[in-house]
């Protein structure tokens, strides 16, 4: 006689399941169902490690927010000129895209159509605004380009920073090294913004 399978799911493998699912199916597309069958195991087991898929995808996007807000509280993006703090939180905020890419990818494809979904753009919105708030210091310091429109620079700035997600693959599978594309972002964007030094 054979035993049942044990459900060896934790909520942490759960979650990880749930994430690349949802980032194939879209979160809307996405049935309780569809998690059952990724996973291996039946809907109850999923039940017995959350209220559902929202609890999922509030988890998930947590994750990805709290690694993006973590940024902002470290001493590089805390102290020294706005510059250098700016530069610094996005040289670590392509890290932490990197790092937890599913994650991050999930948090950018949301619409707003459930509460979580609402309460994670609105979080979104609230950490973008705080980078901005950097890029005006920093041109009040006179330290960006005075012929450059800080609002549009935000905006190609995340642009190009939240592409990664649609590219980027970790190196262990052909991608490129992380530290290089940090590297570059940071070069590429602050080259073209920071005012030439005074000779």
Not at 125 to 143: I, M, N, P, T, W
């Amino acid at each position: 006689m054979t035993t049942p399978k044990r459900d060896t799911y934790t909520p942490e493998t759960l979650l990880a399941v749930a994430v690349r699912v949802f980032n194939e199916r879209g979160y809307d597309g996405t049935s309780m169902e569809h998690l059952s069958k990724a996973a291996g195991i039946s809907k109850s087991s999923i039940y017995h490690h959350v209220a559902g898929k929202e609890e999922l995808l509030k988890r998930a996007v947590s994750r990805a927010i709290d690694g993006l807000f973590g940024v902002l509280d470290e001493e590089g993006a805390a102290q020294g000129r706005a510059i250098e703090r700016m530069e610094y939180v996005t040289r670590r905020t392509v890290e932490v895209l990197m790092t937890e890419l599913p994650y991050v990818t999930l948090l950018l494809r949301v619409r707003g159509n459930t509460k979580t979904e609402r309460w994670a753009m609105g979080r979104r919105r609230e950490f973008d605004q705080r980078v901005s708030d950097l890029l005006k210091a920093a041109a009040a310091d006179g330290d960006l380009r005075a012929d450059v429109d800080i609002r549009l620079a935000t905006r190609l700035l995340f642009g190009m920073v939240n592409s990664l997600v649609e590219w980027y693959r970790p190196q262990s599978d052909g991608g490129v090294e992380e530290e290089l594309v940090a590297e570059t972002v940071v070069r590429l964007a602050f080259e073209g913004l920071r005012t030439a030094p005074t000779r």
